[in-house]
């Protein structure tokens, strides 16, 4: 019997002898120990590792578990499978239809690996180009050329998650996350992932390893079509059995598996037109909140950085009235980047490299927005909602720019005259963001900035710069599916991922397309 051991703290030298100390036996007693996760404790002073491992000892396993150790607890196969991702791959199924995946982002993605690893005939559908032309455009936009609205930040290989920090982690606890993580490593990301609880790959290491789970799929025999926009989807007899293309092309085949992302609202409308039934989900929304990076190391490191990582934070509030302020998606060693897909809107987001050596740190701080906000109850009212900030962001500046405030300015409720250099590569108009954003919000954001100063001295001082808005942070709708993962109203269709507000970031998204593909695998959709 193997132990798992949890929040083992690491000083510096071996740690046989810190987990002997956790379970309480003399090192000689241990036979095996293997580092699982670990991750860097920056609120310890001094800030220390923490890990969890997989330990084996001579003999008296069940003893040990009887004291009942905080931490520890038998090691599971669950366990295991997260460990070596070893999912048995099904054979000899005898596919005798062709299963559509609609979108290349993290969740199509691994929908679509998962049916080729099981012979299926698959076809996966991406409105954008390839990452190396979808980075063309993205540049091209960023030193002044028209917005591509097919190939952008949001649209195109990779989804979203390419232009961003490439985070990799998820407060989900599933086994297959081993899964994705080994099939992350084969396609090229450095193996040191499978061992950091807070792993990131960073958008330049993203980019490098598209191209090669996209070989991966296509070895396998699944088609991939790029520039080909899905605008409708094909019903018979009340089952989806196909989808329209910009083209006019019909593509017909079964199950569709659609996971375009938290953006593609004209495929939410093709999916409500073809039956599909959504329901309205609470979203987050407010600005990137940027400093320079040595501020939070500062604050993190009161002794030093030294070889340490640059330092990160996850804050939260509660708001009177039951809502809640939070930082997200934190990029140390970032900038902050455009994020829009369509002229007249301004949308920001966070995006790092994988050295994480920029000058400036950024997150989102958010403020909780229920559907009572959206002011109706269609299933697009929040789609509106966020269109309507994303409208009046662009309206403030000249419609690339974004509009940003000093955060002495924002707490002071006066519009900022002037603004020290940022990291927005489109350039930044100061002004008064409570223009732009809701009431709630600005009154949130400001509460939880002040909060926050306690944690992160100067987090509210003259250093700090608002860039907004940040609307994208999840779909506010969510597509009705089953246990089975298919529309209850639409059979052989299946929502996954960000778009369908099933998943919250590059893994738990993949996870989503994975399960899904499962599903398909066990007979699930078959018409």
Known sequence: MALF????????????????GVLGVPVGRLSSVE????????????????????VELDKGEAEVLARGLPGVRAYTARDELKRTGDVPIPT???WTSRPIVVGAGPAGIFAALR???????AILLERGGPVDARVAAVNGYWRGKPLDPENNILYGEGGAGTFSDGKIYTRRRDGELGYVFRQLVAAGADPGILQEAWAHLGTDKVRAILPALRQRILDSGVEVRFNAAVTAFLVEGGRCVGVRLASGEEVRGGPVIVATGHSARDTMRALLDAGAVADLRPIA???????????VDTARY?????????????????LPGGRSAYTFCMCPGGMVVPAGNQDGTVVVNGMSFAARRAMWANAALIVQVGVSDYGAADPLAGVRFQDQIERRAAAATDGRKAPAQRVVDFLAGRASVDLPRTSYPLGVEPGDLAAVLPPVVVDGMRRAIRNFEKDIPGYAGAEG???APETRTTAPLRFLRGEDLQSPSLP????????AGYAGGIVSAALDGFRAAEAIIAGVGKA
Do not use: C
């Not at 049916?115 to 005939?121: N, R, Y």
């Not at 909140?289 to 040595?294: D, S």
């Not at 052989?492 to 778009?499: A, D, H």
């Open 115 to 121: 049916l080729g690893e099981a012979g299926a005939p």
């Open 465 to 467: 710069v608002l860039i």
């Open 5 to 20: 051991v949890s929040n083992v703290a690491l000083p510096e030298g071996e740690a046989n002898p810190a987990v002997a």
């Open 35 to 54: 580092l699982l996760r670990r991750s860097l404790d920056a609120r310890a002073r001094p800030p220390m590792w923490r890990g969890t491992f997989k």
């Open 302 to 318: 009161p002794s030093g950085r030294g070889e340490l990582p640059p330092a990160s934070y996850r804050l939260t509030d509660n």
């Open 92 to 94: 000899g199924l005898g």
């Open 492 to 499: 052989g269709l299946l929502p996954v991922g960000e778009g």
């Open 285 to 295: 929304i407010g600005a990137r909140i940027e400093h320079p990076q040595a501020l």
